[in-house]
Every structure is written in C-alpha cells, then in structure tokens.
C-alpha cells in the first residue's frame, strides 16, 4: 500500500490524490478479520507503518487519510502527518487544497418503477477543479441487510464514481428525463440528499457481503467524505405503515377490480395477492402498490422459491394473480403504459422459469405432514434451520412414535411447551438451565433472529463441526452477547472463521 502511495507524489491535483487515497482504503472494504475491527486491524496500522517509513509517500498518504479515513484514522493521521512534517519531510504540493472542498448541487435520475436512482452531487475545489460523484442507490431490497433504526430505509448504495465532465453528464441526463418516458431527472435538496445517501450508505455497510459493483470498493471512503460534506438538516420520508387491516382492504380493492375479473381460482388468487402485498410492504420498503420488470422477476424467481410453501393450485395462479396486479397497482400508481407492457413482460418471461424455481419440499422426498409442521407460516427459507434445531429427521430422532405417555407424532414444533418435551427428548436427563440454554437457542434459530446465527451455524458445518458441537458453541455466544444485538453480530462473525476441527 505505501509502494502505491507514491503516485501520490506525481499528481497535482487534490482530486486525484484523494482518489488515490480512496483506492487504497478500499483495498480492506468488505473484508472481516477474526477478532478484531478491519478499519483497526489494517488501516490503524497502515498508519504506524506510513509514520516509521517517514518517505514523502507516507507523508502523502498520511495527508489524505486525516481527510478520508474514519475518524479514529483521520485523528491518528492527521497527528502522524505533523510528526513526519517536524522531520522535516517534504509535503505534496496538493496537501493544502485536500478536502479543502465544496458542494453545489444535486440531482437525481430515476425511473419511473422505483427500482433505483442514480445520485449526482456536484462539487469545486474553491470554483475550480468542478466534478461530479454519480452514486447508483438501488431501491430493491437485496439479500438480508440490517438497516439502522435511526433513519428508515430507502435503498442501498450498489455503485459510484466520478467524473469530471460535469456539464456533459448533467446534459445528458436531462435529455434522458425528457426524451425517455420511463425516466425522471430532477433537482434535489442537498439536505435530503445527505439523509437519504446516509441512509443507503449505512445499508450498504451493514450488509455482511453487498451486492455492490467490483470496483465499489475504491471509491467508498471518497463517497463517504463526500456526503459528509454535504449540509445537514434533511429528512427521509417515513414508510407508510401496512397494518392488517389495511393489506385486507388493499387486497379487496384488487380482487373487486376489473384486472381481477378472470381469475378463476379466487380462493388460490386471495391468497397469492396477500404474499404479494406482504413482500412489498416488508422487502420493497413499504411499497406494496409498486411494480417494475425487476421487482417481479424477484419475487417470482427468488422471494417465492425461498420463502413461501405454496399450494399447487396456488404455484398454477400467480403468475395470473401477478400480471392482473401489475395491471392494476400500475394504473393506481401513474406508471405509464409503455412501464406496465415491460413489466408485463417480464413477467411472462419468468413464467416459464417460475416452475423450474420453484420447488415443493415434498418433491425431495420429505414428509408433506412433516414439512407442514415445520412450516405453519409457510416461510420456506426456514426449514433447513428449523429442521437443525430440532431432530426432526434424522432416523433416531425422526419425531414419530412414543416417549413414554407422549405420542411425538402430535406434537408442535411452534408451540412452546410442545418444543420443550422435543429438547427433552433429544437431552435426556440434561439440568434444566441446560434445557432453557438450548430452548433460546432453538426459538432464536426457528424465527432467524439474528440471520446471521443460522450463517453461522452452516458455515461451521461446511468445516467440519457435528451438529451438537455447534449448537454449544452458538449457546456460548449467545450466553455472552444475547442482549448486545451489535455485539452478537460481531462475535458470530468471528465464529464463522474458526478453524475446522482437528
């Protein structure tokens, strides 16, 4: 990293050199180290080692860490950079104009579905050196992402970068906003843009391995110093909140409407448009009504096959269910026609991809009683969670025949004094805070609290780990960290890369 500081020493100008800067914090973005904070662990010490070399390159990289690092790293680089500096060691000539940065506007180009938009804030180096950072936030929800409480999420930020072509860039996107009618351009608050960019940042950030652009990376801590920067005092719009209630109503409106006069199965196309409401308001950030060629394909060929046990009848209906939806939430959503003929389209297209998606668990081989048991909220991707943290199916286990007076095959795994003669069974004579040990653990891995303990717990299996071992070690984790969300992450992380057994 210090050898690729010193191209710091052949640029003039403080946006380069903050780039470059940029790219080399970047090379550690993403990454986890056990047992430690990566930002501390590599950065941190990036710093001792740029102060000892005590080169011009250090001295550079040193300068534009004080502006780009995080603030531990800017407190501690800004210190070094005065050390080297009473040394005697020689300064970039851009040292006195990094950071030294204003913002002006900011836009955004949108399209008209909602899936993302395209952030354009606009900056000059005291009127000069004027450039652009383009941040691509995008707005369907993607993977399992912990968004903080404190702003309500609006998106995750998947792309940036820079250009300095500004009144070329800006052209054309207000060309795009007029000539195409499935795209928006428009002036936004520099305020809002700060919360929402914030928001989408925090999102990214948070996500154990985001779906963002390879060379994301790079440009990350420039991203972030950028939005700092930027005035405070915006707002996001707060979700509407979909109670039970209201998705009933939703749902009737839908059903009572001329889309969804041909829908011959109304009792599989009731239940159809409820799982289509319930991904919008709860994975589509509270946008139940919006439709767009992406979301589709999403819920059809990844939210559906993961997530939901549906009847055959209801595997039959919606793709129907679903096109007569885009019909009607479009028409009550502005979407122009041109809009609602592609996403019909796309729906169509994953129509024929849906079967093959889709898969019943009865068709591994599995017990259709059993897996309805496991399943009593019809939440497919919690299954093979479920089915660890109950001995369900091995064949010693399998939960069939007695125990003592009790018939096991009566038994309900979501209730919870049913559960507890289960762990009873499969711990006979254990001490009953070893029972409530693995009974939160249990309740935790049927309901997914965290996702990452059920991570967790799989990639322990991949190395080598039994099943009983595991569970005792998530218990330990969960003994020391249960009422520290945060810091129950943190430590499942480290777990995840212990080494396999011996």
């Known amino acids: 990293m210090l050898r690729h500081a010193r191209e710091l020493l052949a640029v003039r100008s403080p946006l380069d ?13 993403g990454h986890r180290v056990p047992g430690g904070d990566v930002e501390e662990v590599i950065g941190e010490a990036l710093i001792d080692h740029a102060t000892r070399a005590s080169t011009p390159a250090g001295l550079a990289l040193l300068t534009g860490m004080a502006y780009l690092g995080t603030p531990r790293q800017a407190a501690k680089a800004e210190r070094a950079a005065l050390e080297l500096m ?9 040292a006195d104009r990094v950071g030294m940065v204003a913002p002006e506007e900011c836009y955004v180009s949108r399209d008209v579905y909602g899936d993302q938009d395209s952030i354009v804030c606009t900056y000059a180096y005291g009127g000069a050196e004027r450039h652009a950072l383009v941040v691509l936030v995008d707005r369907n929800k993607a993977g399992t992402v912990e968004p903080s409480a404190r702003t309500p999420a609006c998106g995750m930020v998947r792309d940036a970068w820079v250009s300095s072509q500004v009144d070329k860039l800006l052209d054309h996107c207000r060309r795009e906003g007029r000539d195409n009618p499935l795209m928006r ?35 990350h801590a420039f991203v972030r110093a950028r939005v700092g920067i930027l005035p405070p005092g915006g707002r996001l719009p707060q979700p509407p909140v979909y109670g039970r209630d209201r998705r009933a109503t939703i749902a009737a409106r839908f059903l009572a409407s001329d889309e969804a006069e041909d829908l011959s199965d109304r009792s599989a196309a009731t239940r159809c448009v409820d799982r289509l409401i319930d991904y919008g308001c709860t994975h589509d950030f509270g946008r139940p ?15 559906l096959p993961r997530k939901v046990l549906l009847s055959p009848t ?9 096109a007569a939806w885009v019909r009607w939430a479009g028409k009550r959503t502005g979407l122009p026609e041109a809009g609602v003929r592609a996403t019909l389209d796309a729906v169509w297209d994953a129509t024929a991809k849906f079967a093959e998606a889709y898969r019943d668990p009865s068709a591994f081989g599995l017990d259709r009683e059993l897996v ?65 040990a693995h009974e939160r653990l249990t309740v935790r891995l049927w309901d997914g609290d965290p996702p990452q303990l059920w991570e967790t717990a799989q990639a322990l299996l991949d190395v080598g780990y039994e099943r009983h071992e595991i569970l005792h070690k998530l218990i330990d984790v969960l003994d020391r960290c249960e009422n520290d969300p945060q810091e129950l992450r943190r430590a499942l992380r480290v777990l995840r890369h212990e080494p396999p057994p011996e």
């Open 17 to 29: 050199a903050e780039l470059i800067v940029s790219e080399i914090l970047g090379s550690w973005w």
């Open 314 to 322: 209801e595997q039959e209906a919606v793709p129907h269910v679903l």
């Open 86 to 94: 009473d040394r005697g060691v020689a300064r970039p000539g851009w």
């Open 185 to 219: 351009f428009e002036q936004l608050d520099p305020r809002d843009t700060k919360a929402l960019l914030q928001s989408a940042l925090e999102m990214t950030d948070s996500a154990d391995d985001p779906p963002v652009n390879d060379n994301f990376g790079s440009y």
């Open 289 to 303: 009504l919006r439709v767009s060629p992406i979301k589709c394909e999403m819920f059809l060929l990844d939210w």
């Open 372 to 436: 309805d048991r496991l399943l009593p909220d019809g939440d497919m991707e919690a299954l093979p969670r479920r089915a660890f943290a109950l001995p369900f199916l091995s064949g010693t286990h399998r939960l069939s025949g007695r125990h003592g007076s009790i018939d096991l095959s009566t038994l309900d795994p979501a209730d919870p004094s049913d559960r507890r003669i289960m762990l009873e069974f499969e711990h006979p004579g254990a001490p009953e805070d070893h029972l409530d």
